[in-house]
């Protein structure tokens, strides 16, 4: 017994000791800056909290209209800011559109100000400035200096909890401040109705409910101080109302233990003495106070903000083990980056005892699966969610399982479009659950009734009266009359309908195939032989007037135009190349996307790109393109995708706060260059195959969740040469430039050979 209780403790240690630590590598600070709209505080892998700052407080609307400064604050954090104005609870990573910023917290001291004043001004408010040079962003862990109060401000999580750490300065007036009116993309009538109980000198709960992108969203919330507070209070900033009740009969401004409202600023007032540190600890719950509180007490026990720290961390290194690659300093920044904004999200949307509010707003048990929210489809389902079937499989298995359960709940029986927070916001086009179920049940990681989930896809792809469908059901196309998004929508439908065919046929269900593979054709239906375009249609079947493929307004395309859109068939590319006249006039059309000039036109009508996300004609800063660069494999010139791939992860990446072509988009982009480093992608997320680049990468180890690996090694490996000469799998050639899926979970070990001049 003792010997094999040796050999237990060997073991354990060799597995502790092969783990590296990755957490250097990993820094949050990239995207904060311009297009990434990504922010730099603590979370751990799919955590439900993501305690960060916020460093302005622009409102969503001015003058009675959409003000477009709010977009760059879609994160809370933008890094050319000089202040912050506190630390929330909840974000959304690298999105377009945004919400949340729930329950605002900020340390301070001397005179109580409850304003939070402006960036111009700090001083007039409850705001401090702050420099970067004292700021410290890494997985799991946050922490700056608050300037203008000199306050240290530290931050760490569990999956449900927040922990603050304020060291103060001896004080007589110190105070917490929690902003129950703080919000992102915030706006005068966002909060709908606000309660707090103050329970005793160290513990408070509440909720709020908001009116945002999630249309009837409530968040529950407990929480703990470390030190009793001496005195609280709060200032309710409600306008006049015509029935005001018998409250007034007390003095709710102060010490009052019972607040409700819809704008709401709460003080909590202590004595400090000189580096004394007050903690704060921060659940979160959908569905009551006391599974908060519950949430709270099961994940952090105690105050040890050392051991939070270094559990969330240990758990951020974990997850960065599952791919352990050789390279360059950059590219490994680069890509351990990348690794942790895509296990950012979707997030963990249950309590510890597994309730959740659902979708019909009843509240809901996951009995035998963790439930997730947050989920930006049009974005993920191209490369994140197959990067989770390879590296996150059980993981994926569960997010299709809170999708079927969403369907579940749906008033209108459909799959989730863009969903968080027990609601769907109803974002973007295409109804792209389906491909994210197609493509883990082809790959073998689903593990519920795929019969089930298949009827939810057809259910959801027949429902007449969203965005077209009636219409691409009837004409094969929807009409530029009826929709402003009708190429992009015809587009996507059809790729959609082709994943649905791909199911059906995989469980035998030839009457359901035969529909959809024919309905996966109605691409051609707005592909324009004559310019050879896609472009809209009018009801008449006529194509319409004054097209502008380079145009993004008005031509039928959502965040995008018709250059771009036109190589939308990654389902069939090989019918796209026949189309447009060939594998050679298909390759020199790809050239000119890459090499083109965008006018300043361009800019002018989308907010979400901007030159550093371009290359030529080329959007890689949006979505819709991602996978273009690898079509040249379906031509004879696949070195030109080599050539591409390659230029975009260098031009498109870089280790610094602006360091993102464009929004992160919940993970997309940044799996977008996982893939690409390690020398292969998913066309055509419902397939098991993936197209052959260019990878980044000297060397690189997958660890699978089978307890397989699957090694990618690469010979002559240099910054020049960026060209495929031959590829090995487990020692034999490779016999074209597609890799199956089966290959990989399979384990083995691909082989590269590089070098500088084009194998033609």
Known sequence: MKHFLFVLLLLHFNCVEAQQNLIPYVKPIIGTEKMGHTYPGATVPFGAVQLSPETDTISYE?????????????????????????????HLNGTGHSDLGDFLVMPTQGKLQLNPGTASNPKNGYRSAFSHSNEIAEAGYYKVALDDDAIIAEMTATSRVGIHQYTFPKLDESHIILDLMAGIYNYDEKNVWTYVRVVNDTLITGYRQTNGWARTRTVYFAMAFSKPFIHYGQKNYDGPQAYRGFWRKFDQSDNFPEIAGK????????????????????????????????????????WDFEKVKS???????????????EASEATKINFYTAMYHTFIN????????????????????????????????WDTYRALHPLFNIVQPSRNNDMIKSMVAHYQQSALHMLPIWSHYSNDNWCMSGYHSVSVIA??????????????ALDACIITANHRHYEGIGSYMDLGYIPTEESGIS???????????????????????????KVFIKRSENWQNNYNPATGFMQPKQADGSFKTNFDALSTNGQGFIEGNSWNYSFFV?????????????ATAFSSRLDTLFTMHLPDSFFAETEDITREGIIGGYVHGNEPAHHVAYLYNWTNQAWKTQYQVR????????????????????????????????GFYPVAPGSTDYAVGSPLVNHAVITLENGNSFTIHVVNQKERNVYVQKILLNGQPLPTLFLNHSEISSGGTLTFYMGSQPKK
């Open 263 to 302: 704008k709401i600023r709460m003080h909590f007032d202590f004595k400090t003495e000189a580096a004394e540190k007050i903690k704060i600890k921060l659940a979160l719950s959908s569905v009551s106070q006391a599974n908060a509180v519950e949430n709270m007490q099961t994940e952090i026990k105690d």
């Open 62 to 90: 001015l003058n009675g209209k959409y003000n477009g400064a709010v977009y760059n604050y879609c994160a809370g954090y933008k890094y050319e800011d000089k202040t912050i104005v506190g630390f929330s609870h909840t």
């Open 487 to 513: 190429v992009s929508n015809t587009l996507e439908y059809a790729y959609d309908d082709w994943c649905i065919a791909q199911l059906a046929q995989k469980l035998n269900r030839q009457d359901v195939y």
């Open 346 to 377: 979707p997030t963990v949307y249950m309590d510890v005892n597994r309730q959740y509010k659902g979708l019909d707003q009843d509240i809901h048990v996951a009995a035998d699966y963790t439930n997730y929210s947050t989920f930006s489809l």
């Open 647 to 678: 230029k975009i992860m260098q031009m498109q990446y870089k280790p610094t706060p602006d360091g993102l072509g464009g929004n992160d988009d919940c993970g997309q982009m940044s799996a977008w260059y996982i893939f690409s480093s390690l």
């Open 439 to 452: 493509d883990a049940i082809l790959k073998g990681v689903y593990d519920g009734d795929p019969n089930e």
């Open 570 to 582: 990654p389902h069939k590319p090989a019918e796209l190349i026949a189309k447009m006249g060939g």
């Open 311 to 325: 559990d969330a961390q240990k758990l951020w290194n974990t997850e960065l083990n599952k791919i352990v690659i």
